[in-house]
């Protein structure tokens, strides 16, 4: 069975940073790239980062302007977010997110956690 | 505002066929795939059509995907209570090199 298990969310003061962690189980981490994607509660979903199989090519959405870095330890079945200079607009649900391909730029999506929020508030 | 363009809401009654609608532009939808994802309240959200009308496995085939131009829609026949939930399409933007989402359509069944 494919399991995805986020951690890391929990409440930080604005300009302070937060690291997110999906462990995964069920399938060959290197075999596929993966994504984060974020939820603010009650609103859409909003594309956050993703990653290839290697951890060699990364994407990022405009709106987060370089504070955040996507990284995995594929030794470790592990996709982190390191999330910097945090603000109120942070504030969400954040889910991995597993791809179908090698290239985070394909299709992504068939298997997800349950998401860790993240709070940001003084 | 998101780049992908979804109607808010959208609802049918059981066994009707509804269909959802996810307008965007050449940079996006009209030269890339869409794929559509559900989300039943207080879940994680689980692929339903990737690459515009494929269906991972042990997604019904009630649910169809289907692209023309710019625009993306969703079919859902044989309408049941369990598919009320809220849809998003997405996309992959070329101007930004990253995924693009819809706003998301809420499905009621009546």
């Known amino acids: 069975e494919v399991q995805l298990v986020e951690s890391g969310g929990g409440l930080v003061q604005p300009g302070r940073s937060l690291r997110l962690s999906c462990v995964v189980s069920g399938f060959t981490f290197d075999d596929y790239a993966m994504h984060w994607v974020r939820q603010v509660p009650g609103k859409g979903l909003e594309w956050v980062s993703g990653i290839s199989w290697d951890g060699r090519s990364t994407g990022y959405a405009d709106s987060l302007k370089g504070r955040f870095t996507i990284s995995r330890d594929n030794d470790k079945n592990t996709l982190y977010l390191q999330m910097t200079s945090l603000t109120a607009e942070d504030t969400a649900l954040y889910y991995c997110?597993?791809?179908?391909?090698?290239?985070?730029?394909?299709?992504?999506?068939?298997?997800w956690g349950q998401g860790t929020l993240v709070s940001v508030s003084s | 505002q998101s780049v992908l363009t979804q109607p808010p809401s959208a609802s049918g009654t059981p066994g009707q066929t509804v269909t959802m609608s996810c307008s965007g532009s050449s940079s996006n939808i009209g030269n890339n795939y869409v794929n559509w994802y559900q989300q039943v309240p207080g879940t994680a959200p689980k692929l339903l059509i990737y690459?515009?009308?494929q269906r991972p496995s042990g997604v019904p085939d009630r649910f169809s995907g289907s692209k023309s131009g710019t625009s993306a829609s969703l079919a859902i026949s044989g309408l049941r209570s369990e598919d009320e939930a809220d849809y998003y399409c997405?996309?992959?933007?070329?101007?930004?090199?990253?995924?693009?989402f819809g706003g998301g359509t809420k499905l009621t069944v009546l």
């Open positions: 997405a996309a992959w933007e070329d101007s930004l090199s990253g995924w693009v």
């Open positions: 690459r515009n009308n």
């Open positions: 997110a597993k791809a179908l391909d090698i290239l985070w730029s394909a299709y992504w999506g068939d298997s």
